[in-house]
């Protein structure tokens, strides 16, 4: 069984240019959401994917934008990028729309705004 | 916002002793309560979780307490050991909110040998 897998694992960009991070999810599961991390603090719900729709979002600007693709990979889109941006980005992945909860999660995409 | 709110932020533990971690929530709406282990360098890992209609689950060394009435979760770990040092998450999911997790800051456990 493959796990959850995210790409870049780390990555430097500078504020207002524009990210693209990459997460597959685990074998099985149709659902994708999206964290963001910042340094010592719990991860903060970005938005959600299912069967490539957005079905759910948290309290993120516009900027951050998402797909999902007929295999439920996914892509997590920043533009404009601003300093505060910079965290720890966790992409996760479970069966259903209404999920249980059970979330599995990749090893995130480290992103540094200068 | 809604809220779940954590604590202690760390926790010394001698190897062999209970760590216990808390959390209080406000949201009466939320119907599922999992915890989170994270370790540096990777993501949270599911650890165990529980549903309101339940007052304690145990799996292992680890246990969740819930008492629904005061809206407040534990974990308990007995007989802490050095490899259970990591950061712990507590989490919360609001009915209807599309499967969407609610995260406390989280609580840096030590363990020491």
């Known amino acids: 069984e493959t796990g959850v897998t995210q790409s870049p694992t780390h990555l430097i960009k500078t504020r207002g240019q524009q990210v693209t991070l990459r997460c597959s999810s685990q074998?099985?599961?149709?659902?994708v959401s999206w964290y963001q991390q910042a340094l010592g603090q719990g991860p903060q719900f970005i938005f959600q994917?299912?069967?490539?729709?957005?079905?759910g979002r948290g309290n993120f600007p516009p900027r951050f934008s998402g797909l999902q693709f007929p295999n439920y990979s996914s892509e997590l889109n920043v533009n404009a990028l601003e300093l505060d941006d910079s965290a720890l980005y966790l992409c996760?992945?479970?069966?259903?729309?209404?999920?249980?909860?059970?979330?599995?999660f990749g090893e995130g995409s480290r992103l540094t705004v200068l | 916002q809604q809220q779940v709110k954590q604590s202690p932020q760390s926790l010394i533990v001698q190897k062999g002793g209970i760590s216990i971690i808390n959390c209080a929530y406000e949201?009466?709406?939320?119907?599922?309560f999992p915890w989170y282990q994270q370790f540096p360098g990777k993501g949270p890992a599911l650890l165990i979780a529980?549903?309101?209609?339940?007052s304690e689950k145990k799996e292992g060394r680890f246990t969740i307490s819930f008492n629904k009435s005061a809206k407040q979760f534990s974990l308990h770990i007995m007989d802490s050991q050095p490899g259970d040092s990591a950061t712990y998450f507590c989490?919360?999911?609001?009915?209807?909110?599309?499967?969407?997790?609610?995260f406390g800051k989280g609580t840096k456990l030590s363990v020491k040998p």
């Open positions: 529980i549903r309101p209609d339940v």
């Open positions: 949201n009466t709406a939320f119907d599922y």
């Open positions: 996760a992945s479970s069966w259903g729309s209404a999920n249980t909860g059970e979330l599995f």
């Open positions: 994917y299912y069967r490539e729709e957005e079905n």
């Open positions: 989490a919360a999911r609001s009915i209807g909110s599309q499967g969407n997790l609610i």
């Open positions: 074998s099985g599961h149709n659902t």
